[in-house]
């Protein structure tokens, strides 16, 4: 999530000298195992309704929900929001392989509910650029009352869907290792240890005492940016939130892979605690 990570790209197409900067990453192509899978999964839809329009062209921000199986009650909420940051693509191929992967062993997600959101920034999925198309950085708009309507469109979300927990997925270029950012409920540092300790079978961890400008301890930060995405500031109790950093230029399967182990370690660690507090 580094705030240093801010050059503007050209635009795809774009004359730069002689050359033409390369053509624009296709969303259409990112989506297309998730969107083959609702076709045959009992366990997974989508919802394209969170739509905006630019340049005369419309955007979605889709929404994958995968059912798990039931467990208990009402299902668990959780939403996993990758992509927001249109240069850190490993988010968003993390997130088609983890509900690639939970249809699979759909096991994993009994009892949860969990909304994907793959491409929070497509028009910087696009342009492989961290800000918007229109020159933002969205990662620091959320409850400012932004003008920006991907933020707005993603607030709503966060709204109508009162999440128990919020995880967010980002690569980092200028970290050592794997770590994480944790706020929200307390119980989040119970959370968040175990899911480093599952991503270090994949990639190293950050051990340093200062990451991204913010001290840190067991690869766990405690502080963030102003405007993060997070749950709306008044509600009652607060969700837990977490986000997931990657090191930039990792291999990419051992990336998608560490995400996907950090998850499911999530998944696993918040049921229990669930199933714990029904019994007191």
Same mark, same amino acid.
């Given at each position: 999530?580094?705030?240093?990570?801010?050059?503007?790209?050209?635009?795809?197409?774009?004359?730069?000298?002689?050359?033409?900067?390369?053509?624009?990453?296709?969303?259409? &192509?990112?989506?297309?195992?998730?969107?083959?899978?609702?076709?045959?999964?009992?366990? *997974?839809?989508?919802?394209?309704?969170?739509?905006?329009?630019?340049?005369?062209?419309?955007?979605?921000?889709?929404?994958?929900?995968?059912?798990?199986?039931?467990?208990?009650?009402?299902?668990?909420?959780?939403?996993?929001?990758?992509?927001?940051?249109?240069?850190?693509?490993?988010?968003?191929?993390?997130?088609?392989?983890?509900?690639?992967?939970?249809?699979?062993?759909? &096991?994993?997600?009994?009892?949860?509910?969990?909304?994907?959101?793959?491409?929070?920034?497509?028009?910087?999925?696009?342009?492989?650029?961290?800000?918007?198309?229109?020159?933002?950085?969205?990662?620091?708009?959320?409850?400012?009352?932004?003008?920006?309507?991907?933020?707005?469109?993603?607030?709503?979300?966060?709204?109508?869907?009162?999440?128990?927990?919020?995880?967010?997925?980002?690569?980092?270029?200028?970290? &050592?290792?794997?770590?994480?950012?944790?706020?929200?409920?307390?119980?989040?540092?119970? *959370?968040?240890?175990?899911?480093?300790?599952?991503?270090?079978?994949?990639?190293?961890? &950050?051990?340093?005492?200062?990451?991204?400008?913010?001290?840190?301890?067991?690869?766990?930060?405690?502080?963030?940016?102003?405007?993060?995405?997070?749950?709306?500031?008044?509600?009652?109790?607060?969700?837990?939130?977490?986000?997931?950093?990657?090191?930039?230029?990792?291999?990419?399967?051992?990336?998608?892979?560490?995400?996907?182990?950090?998850?499911?370690?999530?998944?696993?660690?918040?049921?229990?605690?669930?199933?714990?507090?029904?019994?007191?």
């Amino acid at each position: 999530m580094s705030s240093t990570s801010s050059v503007v790209r050209p635009r795809a197409g774009a004359n730069v000298g002689n050359q033409v900067a390369p053509a624009r990453r296709s969303i259409a &192509d990112l989506l297309a195992p998730l969107d083959q899978l609702v076709k045959e999964s009992p366990n *997974l839809v989508v919802n394209r309704e969170a739509r905006f329009e630019l340049e005369g062209q419309s955007y979605a921000l889709p929404r994958y929900m995968f059912i798990g199986p039931k467990s208990g009650d009402a299902p668990i909420r959780i939403g996993i929001f990758a992509g927001i940051h249109g240069d850190e693509p490993e988010g968003a191929h993390a997130a088609v392989r983890f509900l690639r992967f939970l249809d699979a062993y759909a &096991d994993l997600a009994a009892g949860y509910c969990l909304s994907v959101y793959p491409v929070c920034n497509p028009t910087g999925f696009e342009d492989n650029t961290r800000h918007s198309r229109r020159g933002k950085d969205l990662n620091r708009e959320f409850w400012k009352k932004s003008a920006e309507p991907e933020v707005g469109l993603l607030q709503a979300e966060l709204v109508s869907q009162s999440f128990h927990g919020i995880i967010s997925l980002h690569v980092d270029d200028t970290c &050592d290792g794997f770590y994480g950012f944790v706020g929200g409920a307390t119980l989040t540092q119970h *959370l968040i240890e175990p899911a480093l300790e599952a991503a270090e079978k994949f990639l190293p961890l &950050d051990k340093r005492a200062l990451i991204d400008g913010f001290p840190a301890r067991n690869s766990v930060v405690r502080e963030t940016f102003p405007g993060v995405l997070s749950a709306p500031p008044v509600v009652r109790p607060r969700p837990f939130e977490i986000t997931l950093e990657a090191p930039k230029g990792g291999p990419a399967f051992l990336t998608e892979w560490a995400y996907v182990a950090a998850l499911q370690s999530i998944l696993a660690g918040y049921r229990k605690f669930i199933a714990y507090a029904q019994n007191l």
